[in-house]
């Protein structure tokens, strides 16, 4: 059976990984716009908003279904460091693997328009036109939300059951944790057997900011799916749509899937257990998700929850045409890892394993106000991400981190002066002073890094390394000439850095005095 245009176009547009293509951005009226925070699914192209965590259940906004069972609220606004990334991007074309544009002779004499000519070399292909461009809004840190979907999703997904949903399956339920919203858009998708289809538009600048989409008269082959938006809505067409999906996996039906019954139990249906009978691999799946799920599920012991995120297809950048079978198979190629805690199963990251504890670089923050230690919490940054101190960087590298941490405060107060302190043998306390005037602000993140950065690389006073015990002083001199990879940084001599005998992954915490360590607790 051919995939329908609006499955065409979500598949086809998957590889970009910038999420999930709606290849029906309208919300209809049925709400203001996609947010951070709805649960929903995607049905027929339109994304379909059931309720939002983030709002208490018995909000106005959460009123749609009187069987919505009451819940604790995600609670985002624990964390008092912004949490919500926002860019901006000009007009823009995302077109999937084998479409091609060429911009031609305009065909109105229309200030500010422009032509476009695609053309699709392969059988499918899919592309998007956003001819004013658009805001991209992306939760940063993301642990919540993936503990969240862990602990709920059975309740959400009895609920779809409940109201008769178009929700056959526990994972075609998303927790939103990012979108990109636009006010104008052409979309297509070219879905039949004719090779080399194409098809042209023009878009037609507006002065309240937004833009007439016209298709070209010319070029249009049958098997061609296009619309696009009317004129200017506002920015609250949203594109793409980024979150979490999860399942549920039972060893029993893992192992057998829906061979046979239990003796026991013919109908499959324990008292005291959520049933989610597990999807068979089909070749003709279109979304690319479901195959990370179900290979997460398939390295997942009994009754545990199997999440996976749209970034998790990342992972398969590269990948020809993404669907659920190549993505699964090209998964298991790999032998891509999985990590199991709590009860929940994630595709395991790049970064390695787990850093060890002995090579946390850990110092202990404190600030004074008007004479008084004031107990602080710290920044995710510097607390949980424990970045690599590596003083070869210049002082202003950013760790590729978003702009929105960077210059975030560093602590929760703000303060204007962070003094740290560190129990591993750094010789020093570092103060860190802040960069901005405004006491909403205070130490920024940027801040905090830049100094500690600046101060590693300082050189000791003369005669300090000789004070030390005869040990003390071997054990930084290996991790000296460890560390050194050139005859130059040799010749140098060692930096305080050296002092910490290797530890280069910094961790952050507040100065308690009766606590040596705090736990980690999620992001």
């Known amino acids: 059976m051919p995939l329908p245009p609006y499955a065409v176009y979500s598949q086809q547009l998957a590889s970009l990984c910038k999420g999930c293509a709606l290849w029906e951005p309208d919300p209809g009226q049925l709400y203001d716009h996609v947010s951070i925070g ?3 699914y995607v049905h027929d192209g339109y994304f379909i908003r059931m ?6 259940w018995d909000d106005p906004l959460n009123g749609k279904f009187r069987s919505l069972e009451r819940y604790d609220p995600l609670l985002v606004d624990d964390d008092p460091f912004i949490n919500t990334r926002t860019s901006t991007f000009g007009k823009a074309n995302y077109c999937s693997s084998y479409v091609t544009t060429q911009v ?3 065909e109105s004499n229309l200030a500010g328009n422009t032509s476009v000519l695609y053309r699709c070399k392969r059988k499918f292909g899919a592309f998007v036109n956003l001819p004013c461009g658009g805001r991209r809004t992306d939760a940063i840190r993301t642990k919540v939300f993936e503990n969240y979907i862990r602990d709920h999703i059975d309740s959400w997904f009895a609920l779809a059951q409940r109201e008769n949903l178009d929700v056959q399956r526990m994972e075609d339920i998303i927790l939103v944790s990012g979108c990109t919203l636009v006010s104008s858009w052409a979309a297509a998708a070219f879905y039949d057997d004719t090779l080399d289809a194409r098809i042209s538009l023009e878009s037609i600048g507006l002065p309240n900011g937004g833009a007439d989409i016209r298709w070209g008269s010319d070029m249009v082959n049958p098997g061609v799916a296009h619309h696009n938006s009317s004129g200017s809505t506002g920015a609250n067409q949203c594109v793409f ?3 979490f999906r999860a399942k549920r996996i039972l060893f029993y039906m893992k192992l057998r899937g829906a061979a046979e019954p239990r003796p026991d139990d013919p109908d499959n249906r324990g008292e005291d257990e959520v049933q989610v009978m597990r999807v068979p691999d089909d070749s003709s799946s279109h979304d690319p998700l479901i195959g990370v799920l179900n290979y997460i599920a398939q390295n997942c012991p009994e009754n545990t929850v199997a999440i996976a995120h749209h970034d998790d297809l990342h992972a398969v950048e590269g990948v020809e045409t993404l669907s659920a079978d190549t993505v699964e198979e090209f998964l298991r190629s790999k032998g891509m890892g999985v990590l199991v805690e709590s009860g929940g199963a994630i595709l395991r990251d790049d970064e390695g394993p787990p850093v060890p504890d002995e090579a946390k670089a850990i110092f202990y923050a404190q600030a004074e106000s008007a004479g008084e230690s004031k107990p602080l919490i710290l920044h995710p940054v510097l607390s949980k991400y424990l970045l690599n101190l590596d003083i070869t960087n210049h002082p202003d590298y950013d760790y590729d981190l978003p702009q929105e941490e960077v210059d ?3 602590t929760h107060p703000p303060m204007p002066t962070v003094i740290l302190e560190n129990r591993q043998g750094y010789p020093r306390s570092i103060v860190v002073q802040a960069s901005s005037y405004s006491p909403d602000i205070g130490v920024t993140v940027q801040d905090v890094l830049r100094t ?3 101060d590693a690389r300082k050189q000791p006073r003369r005669n300090e390394l000789n004070k030390l015990e005869t040990e003390e002083r071997a054990r930084i001199n290996a991790s000296f000439t460890k560390r050194c990879k050139t005859e130059e940084e040799l010749s140098q ?3 305080l850095v ?7 992954r910094l961790m952050i915490v507040p100065n308690l005095h009766l606590k040596e360590t705090l736990p980690q607790e999620n992001l």
């Open 38 to 40: 709805d649960v929903g």
């Open 408 to 410: 975030s405060p560093a």
């Open 104 to 106: 031609r002779p305009r």
């Open 241 to 243: 749509i980024r979150g």
């Open 493 to 495: 001599g060692p930096h």
């Open 498 to 504: 050296d002092y910490l005998c290797g530890r280069d």
């Open 452 to 454: 500690i950065h600046e």
């Open 51 to 56: 309720f939002n965590v983030l709002l208490p």
